[in-house]
T-cell receptor, first 118, second 108 residues
Framework: NAGVTQTPKFQVLKTGQSMTLQCAQD?????MSWYRQDPGMGLRLIHY???????DQGEVPNGYNVSRSTTEDFPLRLLSAAPSQTSVYFC?????????????????FGPGTRLTVL | DAKTTQPPSMDCAEGRAANLPCNHS???????VYWYRQIHSQGPQYIIH???NNETNEMASLIITEDRKSSTLILPHATLRDTAVYYC?????????FGGGTRLMVKP
């Protein structure tokens, strides 16, 4: 298994440009999510999906769009890039386990995309 | 989700046990305690999780107090490769909220 893959590894954009960060997983995971990590900070959730055709907003969704047409892919679209979106973007996927009424998961993270917006 | 409190940094001698504490005094009954780590600028890596009982796997042990208000991650024999930021997260759903974590420095 390749696990969670992200492309590109690095990207430089000019303010106002749009682009799509790609994320794919080959583990048949239901859940996928996008996080951003600013320098010296923890990760913050942007958007997530609990299955194909279902997405929801996380902590910092403004300026980003997502869609989930297949189980494997979860692209993140920057509509009009701004310098404040300079960050490292991580994609993650997981199963959802249910036991005795409790749910938990183990998230697998991709290697990240380092985005700079000038 | 319950918030967690971790020391910002810790040092550990190579070969010794690293004990990383986490306070989560507002944890709810159905919230799990998760530990992840992030080595340098790589994607976070899952370590272990638990609900009520202590847990052990090939990477670490997780000790949860009886009242579930705090926990300790134990790396039994720390190596230089364990130098990383360790995140303690409590959550009941599917998506994680990361705090600042503890930066563990393993020294020779």
């Amino acid at each position: 298994n390749a696990g969670v893959t992200q492309t590109p590894k690095f990207q430089v954009l000019k303010t106002g440009q749009s682009m799509t960060l790609q994320c794919a997983q080959d583990m048949n995971h239901e859940y996928m999510s996008w996080y951003r990590q600013d320098p010296g900070m923890g990760l913050r959730l942007i958007h997530y999906s609990v299955g194909a055709g279902i997405t929801d907003q996380g902590e910092v969704p403004n300026g980003y769009n997502v869609s989930r047409s297949t189980t494997e892919d979860f692209p993140l679209r920057l509509l009009s890039a701004a310098p404040s979106q300079t960050s490292v973007y991580f994609c993650a996927s997981s199963y959802r386990f249910l036991t005795s009424g409790y749910s938990y998961n183990e998230q697998f993270f991709g290697p990240g995309t380092r985005l700079t917006v000038l | 989700d319950a918030k967690t409190t971790q020391p910002p940094s810790m040092d550990c001698a190579e070969g010794r046990a690293a004990n990383l504490p986490c306070n989560h005094s507002t944890i709810s009954g159905n919230e799990y305690v998760y530990w992840y780590r992030q080595i340098h600028s790589q994607g976070p890596q899952y370590i272990i999780h638990g609900l009520k009982n202590n847990e052990t796997n090939e990477m670490a042990s997780l000790i949860i107090t009886e009242d579930r208000k705090s926990s300790t991650l134990i790396l039994p024999h720390a190596t230089l490769r364990d130098t990383a930021v360790y995140y303690c997260i409590v959550h009941a759903g599917n998506m994680l909220t990361f705090g600042g974590g503890t930066r563990l420095m393993v020294k020779p």
